[in-house]
Structure formats: structure tokens, C-alpha cells
């Protein structure tokens, strides 16, 4: 170990360090190999092969009105999600930075609490909240409202989809605000501006890196989601996710399966490439201040 | 910033809504659980033990627990280990391979989930690992490791290496030094490394709902399946439980660790 830590110097001794630390992440790296790379892999493969070589797989998902109609309403509720997020994660996190240390104790916990519960159960609570005989219906009927339907709609989707992601929206976007000097705001207002000026013009602005986090992080995550849709969707709900699994467990028709994966699985690697810059970009003019 | 009376109200209105939009899945499952009919519809009748006496005596039930418990524990070991040489290896490698790997060991956390499964499933097939132990240890350590890596990077980024050198330097071997200097002080990355691996494994249902059969469940896909089948209170028995031990387990941990920290300031 001892030898390790020096400070590398060219030449074999230096040489053999590096050979020495790589050494050490490599049953990792195996490891994702066998377990990640390798069945990625055969899923691009079989997706241009099964039954016979070719694209006839990608022309097929892409000719098919209802893979077309999934594949923008994954999309949409994925958007749906976001918005959903940022607009309750924004004051939020807002006031998380404006209480005393007890309150924002409880906002904190109120974030972290979800986490407690495991995923599967969570989506039954929802079932419980959501249902025509759930609690929310329950309380509506009640106050003399009426019932709306929730559960087996597309809402009813956002809403789940939306409180299992809500704490990715709200973790970045606080450490963000938490950065954010507010003598800015007192200077602004100082010299003339009536604070929804001094909000849009000062405030927002050094705010947008943890909305650009947090947005990111949380579309990406919703585009992938199955668990959720499944449980709380209907047929007009249904997401590519739940498409995929139903060519390949159902029809075992593993190309056209395959391919559905791989345009997920593009669709996410591309807006991660599309997001890494600007957000590495805007984390270091957030860091400045 | 000061805020006027209205606008504070109106925001703190606005925050309690999203708290209890965070907080209702969590508790709802409780009263559900003692329920005294065979049904999840809001509000429960009556009482009854009978769905947490269902949750002990049906076989269904208790193994895939003990499944669960079994392969999170594995995994929780397996990944720790590997995320921790990995960390090690990647802290002492040139910054641009090593963030390159980094990034490679990343993509479990962000690739589709049914995607992931679908290609898992593909191989295990081949392989003959489908509802097999090996086969679930093996998938659900790779989707634990990210959060291992950046548990023990994070710590030894904080790291003073002299300290390793001085230990050296006084004649302890490599061995020695790792035991008695770098151990201690990454123990706290390592820790909640193990905890966020033990819990990923006991919580991941995609791909084990492929990667399962009837022979080999865990309690995940179990809650699915019952979820998908009918309307059975057990679900919340199990939901409340885990709950109740979830909140022992970080309660202690919390109580634990502001003890640790007072003693050592």
C-alpha cells in the first residue's frame, strides 16, 4: 500500500502502480461486463438478427401506429412528471432554505421518508389512495365533491410517478438555493426593484442549475419507469417500458422486444450526452457564487 | 429575504400539500393492515391480526422473506468488497481512466430497468441462472455497486493519504497500515455503502420479476404478484412491518452516529 501512494513517476515502477490499481477495480469491471455488458449487448444483437439479419425490427417499431403512440405518450407523461416536479419542488426547496433548523428537520425527513418504504409497497399505497373506493375518493365524497376517477388513468400515473421522484427533484435544487447569497435579492429590491422583478431577474436565474439537475435526472428516470405504470395505468397509460415486456414475456418475440429496449435505452444515453455538458457548465457558474 | 405575511402563508400552505403528497403512501398502508375483511377499500372494517398471522404461517410468504433477507445480506458482502477495491483502485489511477470507469461502473443506475432485465433474463436463459441464487446475487450486486463506489469514493476523497505514508514511514507494512490507518477512516463509506446495497437488493423487483420462478421468489416479487392478483391486506402487513423495522434501523443509526460524533468532539 505504502508503495502506492507516492505520486506516480514515469517508467516501469510507475508502470506497474497504475497495473497494480487497475487490478484492483477489475472484478468490478468484470463483473458489469458479465452482468451489463454482455446481455446489452445480446439485446442489440437478437434485436437485428431474430428472425433473420437486418432492421426489419427497427422498421417495424417505427411503421406500427400503436409502438408510435406509446412511444410519445412515454415521452409526454415523462414530461408531465417533470413539470409536476419542478413546480412542487420549487417552492419547496425554496422554503427549506428559508425556515429554522427544527422545521426544515421535519421538510427534510418529509423528502427522505418515501425512501423508508420499499418501491413495491409504495405503489400500493397508491392503489389504496387512488382507487374509485381509495382514500382520496373517499375524503371527496365526503366534503360532498364527488368522486373523479384516478386510478387505471393517466393522471393517476403522473401523480405516483411523480411523488417516488419528487426527493431527485428537490435534493439538487435545494443544494443549489442553499448556495444562492440572498443579499442579491436585498441589493435589487435596494435599488427600485419590487421583488417579483427582483425574483425573476436575480433569484431564478441562480437557481436554474438545480433545476436543470434535478429536471434531467428526474425525466431520465421517469422515461424507464415500469413498476408504476403497470400498477396504477390502464391500457391507455400504458408505457414502452411495459410494451417491451409484454413482446418479450408474452409473444417471446425477442426481436421486436429487443429493439423497443435499445430505442429506450438510446433515447436515455442521448439525453444524458445532451445533458452532461450543460450541466457540468452551469454546476460550476452555480459553484461560483 | 423578507417575505410578506400573504406570500409566506400562501407558500407554507403549498409546502405542507407536497409534504403530505410525500408523506401519505408511506403511513396509508397501516390502518389497511388491520383490516377485518379481505379487501383494500378505504375505510378498513373492523380488526384484525389475522393479515400479520398470514404473513408468519403462509410458506409463500415467509420464503420469499428469508429469500430476500438471504440475497440481500450476499449482496450486501459481494458489493461492498468489489465497490471498495474498486474505489481504491480508481482513487490511485490517473484522473482520466479512472473517470472513464468510473462513469462505465455508473451506467447500472441509469440504464432502463425492463431494458436491463430483458437482456439479464436473455443470458441467465442461456446460462441455466434463472431462479437460481447465484443468478439473483450476480444481478442485484451490480445494480448495488454504484452506490458502494460513491459512498467509499466520496470518503476517500477526503482522505489524508500522508497519513498512510506516515504509518509506512515508522515501518508498518502494507497490510498493518491498511488495517490499523485506512480501514477506521473509510469505515463510514464502506458502512453506508453496505446498508444502500442491502437495500437496493431487498427492494429490486424489475429484474427479478424476470429473473424469478417458482422455486425461487423474493419478497418483492411476491408483493407484485399479490398486488396483480387481488385485493390482500397481507401486502400491508408486510408494508407496515418493513416500515416499523426501517425506522429502528435509521433511528438507531441516527442515535448511533450523533453518540460517535459527540465523543469524538
Known amino acids: 500500500m505504502s508503495a502506492i501512494v507516492e505520486p506516480a513517476k514515469p517508467g516501469t515502477a510507475g508502470r506497474s502502480r497504475a497495473w497494480k490499481a487497475f487490478a484492483l477495480a477489475l472484478p468490478a469491471l468484470i463483473l458489469l461486463v458479465a452482468v451489463v455488458g454482455y446481455p446489452l449487448l445480446m439485446i442489440v444483437l437478437r434485436s437485428l438478427s431474430e428472425p433473420h439479419w437486418g432492421v426489419q425490427n427497427y422498421s417495424w417499431f417505427f411503421s406500427t401506429p400503436v409502438n408510435l403512440v406509446v412511444l410519445k405518450r412515454t415521452f409526454a407523461i415523462s414530461a408531465w412528471v417533470t413539470v409536476v416536479c419542478v413546480a412542487c419542488a420549487y417552492p419547496y426547496a425554496y422554503l427549506m432554505t428559508a425556515v429554522g433548523p427544527k422545521v426544515r428537520l421535519v421538510m427534510v425527513l418529509c423528502v427522505l421518508i418515501p425512501f423508508w418504504v420499499s418501491g413495491v409497497v409504495r405503489t400500493l399505497s397508491w392503489v389504496i389512495l387512488l382507487q374509485d373506493s381509495g382514500v382520496i375518493n373517499s375524503v371527496l365524497k365526503w366534503a360532498g365533491i364527488g368522486t373523479v376517477r384516478l386510478i387505471r388513468t393517466q393522471t393517476g400515473v403522473v401523480i405516483g410517478m411523480a411523488q417516488v421522484l419528487l426527493p431527485f427533484m428537490i435534493l439538487p435544487l435545494y443544494s443549489v438555493m442553499k448556495g444562492i447569497d440572498l443579499r442579491l435579492m436585498r441589493a435589487a429590491q435596494s435599488l427600485g426593484a419590487r421583488p417579483i422583478r427582483a425574483f425573476f431577474t436575480v433569484y431564478l436565474p441562480l437557481s436554474l442549475p438545480g433545476v436543470y439537475a434535478g429536471a434531467i435526472i428526474v425525466f431520465i428516470l421517469a422515461l424507464g419507469f415500469y413498476i408504476t405504470p403497470a400498477l396504477l395505468g390502464g391500457p391507455r397509460s400504458t408505457m414502452l417500458s411495459t410494451l417491451v415486456q409484454n413482446q418479450v414475456l408474452s409473444l417471446l418475440q425477442w426481436g421486436r422486444g429487443g429493439a423497443m429496449g435499445v430505442v429506450l435505452l438510446l433515447a436515455t444515453f442521448l439525453l444524458l450526452a445532451l445533458a452532461a455538458p450543460a450541466m457540468r457548465q452551469k454546476h460550476k457558474e452555480g459553484a461560483r457564487h | ?265
Not at chain 2, 474498486?86 to 440504464?111: C, E, H, K, S
Open chain 2, 1 to 265: 429575504m423578507e417575505m410578506k405575511p400573504l406570500t409566506r402563508a400562501v407558500l407554507g400552505l403549498i409546502c405542507l400539500l407536497v409534504g403530505i403528497w410525500l408523506v401519505a403512501p408511506t403511513i396509508v398502508v397501516a390502518p389497511m393492515s388491520f383490516n377485518g375483511v379481505k379487501s383494500l377499500a378505504f375505510p378498513p372494517r373492523g380488526f384484525s391480526w389475522q393479515w400479520y398471522e398470514n404473513f408468519v404461517t403462509s410458506p409463500d410468504w415467509s420464503s420469499s422473506f428469508f429469500n430476500s433477507l438471504k440475497i440481500a445480506c450476499l449482496v450486501a458482502i459481494l458489493a461492498t468488497v468489489l465497490g471498495t477495491l474498486a474505489a481504491f483502485g480508481l482513487d490511485r489511477m490517473r484522473a482520466r481512466p479512472a473517470n472513464l470507469i468510473r462513469m462505465l461502473l455508473l451506467t447500472p443506475m441509469v440504464v432502463p430497468g425492463v431494458v436491463l432485465a430483458i437482456g439479464i433474463y436473455a443470458v441467465y436463459l442461456d446460462a441455466r441462472l434463472v431462479g437460481t441464487l447465484t443468478g439473483f446475487v450476480l444481478a442485484h450486486t451490480i445494480l448495488a455497486l454504484p452506490f458502494v463506489l460513491i459512498a467509499v469514493s466520496a470518503n476517500l476523497e477526503v482522505f489524508d493519504k500522508r497519513l498512510e505514508t506516515a504509518a509506512a514511514s515508522l515501518g508498518a507494512g502494507a497490510l498493518t497500515t491498511f488495517r490499523t490507518v485506512t480501514l477506521p477512516l473509510i469505515a463510514p463509506g464502506m458502512l453506508s455503502g453496505l446498508l444502500f446495497a442491502f437495500a437496493t437488493s431487498f427492494d429490486e423487483i424489475i429484474v427479478s420479476l424476470f429473473i424469478t420462478n417458482p422455486y425461487l421468489r423474493t419478497l418483492p416479487v411476491q408483493i407484485f404478484a399479490s398486488i396483480t392478483r387481488d385485493a390482500d391486506p397481507t401486502v400491508a402487513a408486510v408494508g407496515t412491518i418493513l416500515l416499523c423495522v426501517t425506522t429502528v434501523l435509521i433511528g438507531g443509526g441516527m442515535l448511533l452516529l450523533g453518540r460517535e460524533r459527540r465523543g469524538r468532539s
